[in-house]
C-alpha cells in the first residue's frame, strides 16, 4: 500500500533520515509529473537529488559564501526550471508535501537563506530563467530573475551607449534577489536605487497563480519592490526603467594612510559626501591588509558622471582637503566604470561582466549600519584600531547618501533610508581556512565592531539595509513567528513599512507559504492589537 501525502508530512515534523528523504524526493518527482505540461523539459534534466552525481557541483556552483559548503541543512532536491510552468509545478508540489521553498537567483544571501535551512526544502536555482529584452523605444528593459547584474550591464551596452541601470557594483549579483531588497550602488545619488525604478514585474504567489502589476495589486507591487519579494512569491521578471547616462564619466581612486592623514579625511567625508553635487559619488573603502602587518589605508572610490574638467573645479571648492589631481582621475564610458568598480581594467573584454562565478572564495561576514550624525575623530579612530587588528581582510564600506535618495518618501517604496542618513556603513571581514574555530573568531570581530559602533549610528531602531542580510539581529521561528516577535529585526530594515508590509503578507499569503528565518510575518489580529 502506497504511503499518504499525511504520512509523508508528519515525517517531515521530524529529523528526516535516508530513508524518509529518499519518499519524499519519490513523491515529489511522481507529483511533479502529473503537474507539468508537454513544454516542459524532462524530469531527469531539471531535478537533482542527494543521490545525484551532479548535487554538489550545482548547489556549491553560485554558494558564494563558503562557510556554508559543509552545512547539513541543505536542500532534498534542487529544481533547475526552464520555464515557468515547472516552478509552478514546484511551488503545488511543496505544498502538497509539505515542504519549504527556497529560491536562488544568485547565491549572494549574505546569511544563505536562499540555499540553507533546518526545514525539509526544495530549492529553485533560477540560473536557466535569465532572458535580459531592451526596448530603447521606451527606455526600459524586461529582466528575468535569473539575470545577473553583469549580464544586464553587458545587456544595455550592447544597445545604447548613452543608458545605464543604478544597481550594484558586484556583477555577479541575481537581479531577482537585489531589486527585492532595494539595489543602491553608484549612481542612486544621481538616480536612487534599483527597486525605484520597477515599473512592472511577473510574480508567481502561493496557489502557483501568475501576477503581473495589475492583476498582483498595487499593495503587492509596492512591497516586493525592497520589501523582501520571497515573502510575497516567486519573482520571475522585473520590467525596470532605464536611466541616460554620460558619453564620458571620469573614475578616480586615491588611497591615504593614517601618516597621511586619512582619519581627519574621512572625517571631513563625511559632511562632503552627502552634500556634492548629485552627479558625484564618493565612497570609502577603510580595510586592513589582510594579514598581521597591522597597517590600515583609506581609498576614496569615486564616480563622477561628467569630464575631468568639470570635476577637478567641483572637488576644489567642495573637497580641496582630499588633494585631488588631474593625474588621479581617469575618463571611460559608463559601462568600462562598472568594470573598474567591480575590480577589473577599464579596457578589459566586457564580456568578463557575464561571469557568474570565482575560482576561490572567501567565507565572510557583514553587518550593516546607518549614520545620521558626523561621527568624531575620536570615534572613527577606535574603529580603525579595531581594524588593524583583525589578523585577515577586514574592512569598513562607507556610501554616501543624499541627492535624489534625500527626495524620495521613506514610504515610496519599502526601503525606507531617505533623508537624513549620510551614509551606509558596511562592516566585511572574510577569511580563507574554513573552520569552525576560525569562523568563530571572525565572527567575535564581526560583533565587536558592531558593539563599539552603537553610539554614533541611528537610533530607535539601529537601522540596517535589508540586502546586508544579518541573522544577529533576529530571525523568526521555526513556526508561527508573530509580528511583535519579527519587529525585532524588521524594523531594523523597514522602520515604519514593516506593518504595511505584514498586512500586505496576511492578505495575499495567508498561509505562509513563502518563509524564511527573516521573512516578513503574517499579521494576526491577537499581535496586531499589542503593536
Request: with cysteine.
Given at each position: ?460 531602531p539601529r537601522a540596517a539595509y535589508f540586502n546586508y542580510k544579518d541573522l544577529d539581529l533576529g530571525k523568526n521561528k ?54
Amino acid at each position: 500500500m502506497q504511503m499518504s501525502y499525511l504520512a509523508v508530512f508528519l515525517i517531515l515534523l521530524l529529523p528526516i533520515s535516508c530513508a524518509a528523504s529518499a519518499l519524499v524526493e519519490k513523491k515529489f518527482k511522481e507529483c511533479l509529473i502529473t503537474q507539468l505540461d508537454e513544454n516542459s523539459e524532462s524530469i531527469e534534466k531539471i531535478i537533482f537529488t542527494k543521490s545525484s552525481s551532479q548535487y554538489p557541483q550545482v548547489l556549491e556552483a553560485l554558494e558564494q559564501n563558503p562557510r556554508w559548503v559543509n552545512s547539513s541543512r541543505k536542500p532534498l532536491l534542487i529544481l533547475t526550471p526552464f520555464h515557468e510552468s515547472e516552478i509552478q509545478a514546484a511551488i503545488r508540489c511543496s505544498k502538497e508535501l509539505g515542504l519549504q521553498l527556497r529560491v536562488r537567483s544568485g547565491g549572494h544571501d549574505y546569511e544563505g537563506l536562499s540555499y540553507l535551512t533546518k526545514a525539509p526544502f526544495v530549492m529553485v536555482e533560477l540560473i536557466n530563467i535569465r532572458s535580459i529584452e531592451v526596448n530603447l523605444a521606451d527606455e526600459t528593459a524586461w529582466v528575468q530573475a535569473g539575470a545577473s547584474l553583469g549580464e544586464l550591464y553587458y545587456k544595455i551596452s550592447k544597445e545604447s551607449k548613452v543608458h545605464g541601470f543604478p544597481a550594484g557594483t558586484c556583477p555577479s549579483i541575481g537581479i531577482g534577489g537585489h531589486i527585492s531588497g532595494g539595489g543602491q550602488g553608484t549612481i542612486m545619488r544621481k538616480h536612487g536605487l534599483a527597486a525605484d525604478h520597477v515599473v512592472d514585474a511577473y510574480l508567481i504567489d502561493a496557489d502557483g497563480k501568475i501576477h503581473d502589476r495589475k492583476s498582483m495589486g498595487e499593495d503587492v507591487f509596492w512591497a516586493i519592490r525592497g520589501g523582501s519579494a520571497t515573502s510575497f512569491g516567486v519573482i520571475l521578471a522585473w520590467k525596470i526603467s532605464l536611466v541616460r547616462v554620460p558619453s564620458i564619466v571620469t573614475v578616480f581612486n586615491v588611497e591615504r594612510t593614517l601618516e597621511e592623514g586619512a582619519n581627519n579625511l574621512i572625517h571631513k567625508w563625511q559632511y562632503t559626501a552627502p552634500e556634492l553635487h548629485e552627479d558625484l559619488f564618493i565612497r570609502i573603502v577603510a580595510q586592513n591588509s589582510g594579514d598581521k602587518s597591522k597597517t590600515f589605508k583609506a581609498t576614496f572610490n569615486s564616480l563622477f558622471l561628467g569630464g575631468i574638467d568639470k570635476l577637478i573645479p567641483l572637488m576644489n571648492e567642495s573637497f580641496p582637503e582630499l588633494g585631488l589631481q588631474a593625474k588621479d582621475c581617469t575618463e571611460m564610458n559608463w559601462i568600462q566604470s562598472v568594470m573598474v568598480i567591480a575590480g577589473f581594467n577599464k579596457d578589459d573584454p566586457l564580456e568578463l561582466l557575464l561571469n557568474r562565478t570565482t575560482t576561490f572564495k572567501s567565507s565572510f561576514k557583514a553587518k550593516s549600519d546607518f549614520v545620521k550624525e558626523p561621527i568624531p575623530k575620536t570615534g572613527l579612530e577606535g574603529a580603525w584600531k579595531m581594524v588593524v587588528e583583525e589578523d585577515t581582510l577586514a574592512m569598513l564600506i562607507l556610501e554616501p547618501y543624499g541627492g535624489r535618495m534625500n527626495e524620495i518618501s521613506e514610504s515610496e517604496i519599502p526601503f525606507p533610508h531617505r533623508k537624513g542618513n549620510l551614509y551606509n556603513i558596511q562592516y566585511l571581514v572574510k577569511w580563507e581556512v574554513n573552520s569552525m574555530e576560525e569562523s568563530k573568531r571572525h565572527l567575535h570581530w564581526a560583533k565587536m565592531i558592531y558593539r563599539y559602533m552603537t553610539p554614533y549610528v541611528s537610533k530607535s531602531p539601529r537601522a540596517a539595509y535589508f540586502n546586508y542580510k544579518d541573522l544577529d539581529l533576529g530571525k523568526n521561528k521555526p513556526h508561527n513567528t508573530s509580528y511583535l516577535e519579527a519587529s525585532v529585526w524588521g524594523k531594523k530594515y523597514f522602520k515604519g513599512n514593516f506593518r504595511r508590509l505584514a498586512q500586505i503578507k496576511t492578505k495575499f499569503d495567508p498561509q505562509d507559504f513563502f518563509k524564511n528565518e527573516q521573512s516578513i510575518p503574517l499579521l494576526n489580529s491577537h499581535h496586531y492589537s499589542r503593536v
